[in-house]
C-alpha cells in the first residue's frame, strides 16, 4: 500500500505527469519516513482527487512523484457530523481523532454549558487550530480522499439552528429510543455529544424543540471521548459505508 500525502494545493494532473510536494509534507517524508527514490506515494489534495506514481526523486525540501495512477473520489452523501462538546483531558482531541479515522465529515466544537474547557480569546484559535491538525494527520493515517472540516466553535443557539437543516441526533443516555432502531434518510447527520457531565437539560430541551432527536447507544454510559466514535461506527454500518 502507498503511504498518503496530503498537498491541498494539487489540481487535476493526468497520467504520466510529474508533481512536486513540497513544505512540511515532504520534509516528514523525505527526513522522518525516509522517502526514496522508487517507492510508490499517493498525494491526495483532501478533496477527492487522489494521485498515486513512484518517487522519481526525494530531496529534504522536497519530493517528485510520476503519476501512473488518477482517482476522483465523490465526497459521501448524507454528511456524518460530530458536534463534540469542549472536554477536558484531551477526551475531545480523542473523539475527534477516531471520529475521523472512522469516516466522519466534519467535526463541530461545541461549547457546551457543562464544559470545564474554554475556548476564550487567543485560546479559541489554538484550539480550532489544534482539532484541525488532528484531523489532518488521522486523515493521512487513515488514507483518507476527502479532509474532514472543523467548523468554527459553536454555542447551543448554533446547534439549534442547525438542527432545524439537519437529521440531529443527541446522545443521552436516558433516551427512550436507541440510535440502532433510528432509520436514516437522506438528510446530512449531525451527532451531538456532551461533554463529561453530560447535557444540560435546558439544552437539551432547546435542541429538542428546534428538532433534535435523544438517542440513547445502550444500557451503560460512555465517555466523551468514546460516545461520539461508536455511534459513527453504528451510522456507518446504518448507511451502507461499511
Do not use: C
Not at 484550539?127 to 484531523?135: E, F, L, M, Q
Amino acid at each position: 500500500m502507498a503511504h498518503r500525502y496530503l498537498d491541498e494545493s494539487l489540481g487535476p494532473v493526468p497520467v504520466g505527469a510529474r508533481i512536486a510536494v513540497t513544505g512540511a509534507e515532504a520534509r516528514h517524508a523525505v527526513t522522518v519516513s525516509r522517502v526514496q527514490a522508487g517507492e510508490r506515494i499517493s498525494v491526495g489534495n483532501g478533496a477527492g482527487l487522489v494521485v498515486t506514481g513512484s518517487v522519481v526523486a526525494a530531496e529534504p525540501a522536497q519530493f517528485v512523484v510520476e503519476v501512473d495512477e488518477v482517482a476522483e473520489v465523490a465526497a459521501p452523501a448524507p454528511a456524518v457530523w460530530l458536534a463534540q462538546a469542549l472536554a477536558k483531558g484531551d477526551r475531545d482531541e480523542q473523539a475527534v481523532q477516531q471520529a475521523t479515522e472512522l469516516g466522519v465529515d466534519g467535526v463541530i466544537p461545541w461549547a457546551a454549558q457543562r464544559s470545564i474547557v474554554r475556548w476564550e480569546g487567543a485560546r479559541s484559535r489554538k484550539g480550532h487550530d489544534r482539532w484541525t491538525a488532528i484531523v489532518r494527520e488521522a486523515s493521512k493515517q487513515s488514507l483518507r480522499a476527502w479532509l474532514p472540516e472543523v467548523a468554527e466553535l459553536a454555542s447551543t443557539a448554533v446547534l439549534a439552528a442547525l438542527a432545524g437543516e439537519t437529521r440531529m441526533l443527541v446522545l443521552d443516555p436516558e433516551a427512550g429510543p436507541a440510535l440502532s432502531a433510528v432509520e436514516l434518510d437522506d438528510r446530512d447527520i449531525v451527532l451531538v455529544v456532551g461533554p463529561e457531565g453530560g447535557v444540560a437539560p435546558g439544552e437539551l430541551s432547546r435542541l429538542e424543540g428546534a428538532g433534535a432527536e435523544p438517542v440513547r447507544l445502550g444500557e451503560t454510559v460512555l465517555r466523551t471521548s468514546t460516545a461520539g466514535p461508536a455511534a459513527l461506527a453504528l451510522i456507518n454500518a446504518k448507511l451502507g459505508r461499511w
